[in-house]
């Protein structure tokens, strides 16, 4: 779903109690789709386990005490997703829509196109690289903070744009994905975005960018634990592009 569609509010789990949560806050019923316990603890979207519940998965729900699945829809995720907006056609939702929280999120990114404070805050790289981003060009985010981050503030508007290693966390595939995207695509900006960690462990790919004359960017931002604790992102050489 497109970050500037009025339905959306934002990807959740960077805080205990981010914006985004706001909108389970107030939720009387909440849909998951593709949703894996180990990947996020219920608890944070249904403390109080008192929502109902509908999953949509490939699989037979796991539960627990803060996800007790009223509705187990079992099959293919995007042959039951057209399966439901067939069957709700014509259905309206009456009243006020807005969700608690849904603006909140894009407040601070608009607070970080401002952010002048240097080292660099996250909220302004974040801010900065979308602005120098399309909406059909291509960012790879490595593992660590920086997946934080992005995960958290960048703007997608088209599907496949912001590419992030979730689940298995993989360290290091941002670099040599970006070179396989750039293939892929070869008239759209490509951009990985990596720790100065995951930047090492495939930094030898630069050279077969050049090599074989594939373009793209390497944006490095290093946070360490001092430098984390007060918001910025941080580089020893003070740059954070490459």
Not at 34 to 55: A, C, H, M, T
Not at 87 to 92: E, I, K, M, T, V
Not at 163 to 191: C, E, H, R, W, Y
Request: charged content about 20%; glycine content about 10%; proline content about 5%.
């Amino acid at each position: 779903m497109p970050d500037d569609h009025p339905n959306s509010i934002g990807t959740l789990g960077f805080m205990r109690h981010d914006y985004v949560n706001f909108g389970f806050d107030h939720a009387d019923v909440v849909i998951t789709v593709g949703y894996e316990l180990q990947e996020f603890d219920p608890v944070r979207i249904n403390p109080r386990s008192d929502k109902k519940i509908i999953q949509i998965h490939r699989f037979p729900a796991e539960v627990d005490m803060h996800y007790s699945v009223d509705v187990g829809i079992i099959g293919d995720i995007s042959a039951s997703l057209d399966a439901l907006a067939d069957a709700l056609a014509g259905h309206r939702l009456d009243g006020d829509t807005q969700v608690p929280g849904s603006g909140l999120l894009a407040e601070e990114f608009a607070r970080g196109q401002q952010d002048s404070r240097f080292p660099l805050a996250p909220q302004r790289v974040v801010a900065d690289t979308r602005a120098a981003m399309g909406r059909s060009d291509v960012v790879l985010v490595d593992t660590g903070a920086t997946k934080m981050w992005m995960a958290r503030l960048y703007p997608t508007y088209q599907r496949n744009t912001c590419l992030i290693s979730n689940g298995l966390s993989t360290m290091g595939f941002a670099l040599p994905g970006a070179l396989g995207v750039k293939l892929a695509q070869p008239d759209s900006k490509v951009l990985a975005v990596v720790g100065d960690g995951s930047f090492l462990m495939n930094s030898q790919e630069i050279e077969t960018a050049v090599r074989e004359r594939i373009p793209l960017v390497v944006l490095i931002g290093k946070t360490a634990a001092t430098a984390s604790s007060n918001g910025r992102w941080t580089s020893n050489s003070g740059r954070t592009t490459t």
